[in-house]
């Protein structure tokens, strides 16, 4: 019996020993037939074999993309973990990459613009290359274009703006040109003085808001950046007719000097520009629509004209979405722009109003050239 009861345990311990090696020699053979290089990742929290992960770099991003468009339905998470489901996302869909992370087991993972995570599989996404300038061009922006100079500024003599033209019909002193004079200066001095106000004759925010604005207008006026309307895997046609549409919404409206704000204000010609670049994806900064209030800037036209990062194109080859600049008559000084809109039409912001009309007219017909924001 004792015999009987060894050789039956000699026999398992055999039988183990064989399933082992066989284990071992198909896990060799996968290996060795694979032309991939396989990666094992572990978790940082522990060693267990529950925790190790196995990919294929081949089969993953390994450089940020920039823009990826989705190639079937999935889901967009708020971790890198890949466990807390953010919303649905349908096939086609493109995201802005801001960075490859890395999961807790090392597995690439891409991080959106908007702090969204979805995996880096090249199964799930292809990388798309994005509508852009070229290199020494004013580049075009992918998110929302912020504002350039001091929100919340203070208003002195010879200031133009919206707040400007608000100010002088509070104080009686608008005659059809939005200029801080100092007929403006006095009368804002006279206003302080009779509401316990120091009687600097300049206006601050507590100025404005005695006279019955509100704080959030000082703020928003100047603020305002029309939305971006053209995105990254869009072309150049839709960049450009997204600032042709902005242009639309000043339709009618007021020409107003210094003045580059929401369609809910006039606007002069190169704050109707602006605000048409904006919502394309362009800011030709230095100059903005924040600064063209201020004195020095009220003729942004001839910056824009001078500004090396516009490309001149010459007026025979004139397109949809260019700009068009004007002389004043016989002088060679900039006095003008507008945008082209084809056959020999352009919108503009021109006394009175916003309108569109020929290229050349009466007025204004003398053109100094053609610059293109979108190349």
Known sequence: ???????????????????????????????????????????????????????????????????????????????????????????????????????????????????????????????????????????????????????????????????????????????????????????????????????????????????????????????YVAPLKAYAWQGRKAHIEAMINQAYKYMGKPWLAGCSTSPSYGVDCSGLVMQGLYAGGISPVPTSSIGHAHPGNEWNSRNLWADKHLKRVPYSQRQRGDLVFYYQPGTHTIWHVAIYLGNNRVIESWPPRVMVQPIVNSQRNVIAGIKRPFI
């Open 1 to 223: 019996m004792r015999k009987r009861w060894t050789a039956a345990v000699i026999a398992a311990l055999v039988a183990v020993s064989t399933a082992a090696t066989t284990v071992k020699a198909d896990d060799t053979s996968t290996t060795a037939n694979t032309n991939e290089t396989q990666v094992t990742a572990t978790s940082d929290q522990t060693n267990s074999d529950s925790d190790k992960v196995t990919y294929n770099k081949a089969d993953y991003l390994s450089a940020n993309p920039k823009l990826v468009r989705v190639k079937h339905a999935t889901t967009a998470y708020k971790d890198a973990a890949l466990t807390k489901s953010a919303q649905s996302v349908k096939a086609g869909s493109h995201f802005l990459i801001s960075r490859i992370v890395k999961s807790d087991n090392q597995v690439p993972i891409l991080k959106t613009s908007d702090g969204l995570y979805l995996p880096a599989k090249k199964s799930l996404v292809t990388k798309v290359i994005a509508y852009q300038n070229p290199k020494g061009y004013h580049q075009v922006h992918y998110t929302q274009v912020k504002p350039y100079g001091k929100v919340g500024y203070n208003l002195y003599r010879g200031y133009e703006g919206i707040k400007t033209w608000k100010v002088m019909h509070r104080v009686g002193t608008w005659a059809g040109t939005n200029y801080y004079n100092q007929a403006t200066y006095n009368a804002v001095k006279n206003f302080q003085r009779s509401h316990h106000l120091p009687a600097t004759g300049n206006v601050n925010l507590a100025t404005w808001e005695k006279m019955g604005f509100s704080k959030k207008s000082w703020y928003s006026i100047d603020s």
